[in-house]
């Protein structure tokens, strides 16, 4: 079946699987919806949008994503209300994000109406994907990956621009226990660590199960120079709670810029919660810890939201928090999901309907 929506041209799947998902128990990110989005850069432009069923890709074996991972992401959601309306949180801030990305990663830009008409035209056709139970929602993937050929080691020729989406229950479960990292780091100055490129998340992965190896769910992130200063929490931005303050690290070449992290530091300034963006130094959180001011960690990122943290190790000691009545994880959480799903006024202009 073929037809046009926002001038982009739409091929239906034959054969839906919706009928086939539970959508009282979902997961996260691991099923994937009837159609994706596509759109292929070669000489120099980038051909128009399509919609086609989800599939699976053909790529030459000396395509460049295979040898040198020219390839970028970005995570978003789409929210479903009580009457049926489909909204997007920020996604302009995602788009410019993902054009900050391909830019470090010597790749082409994708245009703002492309990135928002193709994504726009994708949800309506699988909007009967988007989930409307609580906490639940469409994650959203858009990524670009270099599918240009040569074992040359130099940016490839031709590129892919997808989106696909997965629809997703929460992402965790409870409150998690991290460790303050001594060795590794995620990220280096004048490196990528700015940008969401799929190399990040890869070098990840070995000091992440050295942690889980442990018996931590998570890795704090510390600088790359000395350790000292605490930047990330796994692939989300980190929130700290010393007496009735907020504090989070400033972004820089090492720390993604997450919208999560930016609403909530609005939200939280809105409340009237006092709220400091500065380097913070892990010396400083075991002091607080020992004196009891240091209230609450959590992590900041779309797939999560908040994610509180019970506690952390740091040099061979284990640190719990408290557990608080009234956290600013949760008043933060109800207030930005409340945005999210159309439940509350949205002051800041935050929300996007797609129609
Ligand atoms: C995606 C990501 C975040 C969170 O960004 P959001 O825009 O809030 O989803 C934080 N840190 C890292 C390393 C990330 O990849």
């Not at 769910?217 to 980190?238: K, L």
């Not at 949760?330 to 006024?345: E, F, R, V």
Request: charged share 25%; aromatic share 12%; hydrophobic share 35%.
């Amino acid at each position: 079946m073929e037809m046009q929506l926002n001038k982009i041209s739409v091929e239906k799947t034959k054969e839906s699987k919706l009928a086939s998902v539970d959508f009282n128990n979902l997961p996260f990110g691991s099923i994937f919806s009837d159609h994706m989005m596509v759109c292929e850069y070669e000489n120099g432009v980038w051909s128009a949008p399509k919609v086609i069923p989800y599939q699976k890709i053909s790529l030459d074996p000396s395509a460049k994503i295979f040898h040198y991972g020219q390839s970028i992401f970005e995570g978003m959601k789409a929210y479903k209300d009580k009457e049926d309306k489909i909204w997007l949180f920020r996604p302009l801030d995602n788009h410019s994000r993902l054009n900050k990305s391909a830019a470090r990663m010597a790749m082409p830009e994708i245009p703002q109406e492309y990135f928002m008409e193709g994504l726009s035209t994708l949800l309506q056709v699988d909007k009967d994907w988007i989930p409307q139970t609580e906490g639940s929602s469409l994650y959203i993937r858009p990524f670009m990956f270099a599918s240009g050929n040569g074992f040359h080691a130099s940016p490839a020729d031709k590129y892919t621009f997808l989106i696909c989406t997965a629809p997703s229950g929460p992402y965790f479960a409870g409150e998690v226990s991290v460790l303050i990292e001594e060795t590794y780091a995620r990220a280096a100055n004048g490196g990528v660590g700015y940008a969401k490129a799929g190399g990040n998340y890869a070098a990840q992965f070995y000091p992440t199960k050295l942690a889980t190896d442990k018996g931590y769910q998570q890795v704090i992130w510390t600088d790359d120079n000395t350790h000292e200063y605490i930047e990330e929490a796994g692939a989300m931005n980190i929130f700290v709670r010393i007496g009735d303050t907020l504090i989070t690290a400033p972004t820089s070449d090492r720390i993604l810029d997450g919208i999560t992290r930016k609403s909530i530091l609005q939200l939280a300034e809105n409340e009237g919660i006092k709220t400091e963006v500065r380097k913070l130094k892990v010396s400083e959180i075991i002091e607080a810890a020992n004196n009891s001011s240091l209230k609450e960690m959590f992590g900041a990122g779309t797939a999560a939201v908040i994610s509180p943290i019970s506690g952390f190790g740091y040099q061979g000691k284990d640190y719990e928090l408290p557990k608080l009545e009234n956290s600013f994880a949760d008043s933060l959480k109800k207030k930005i999901t409340a945005i999210q799903y159309n439940l509350a006024d949205d002051p800041f202009n935050w929300r996007y309907q797609v129609k």
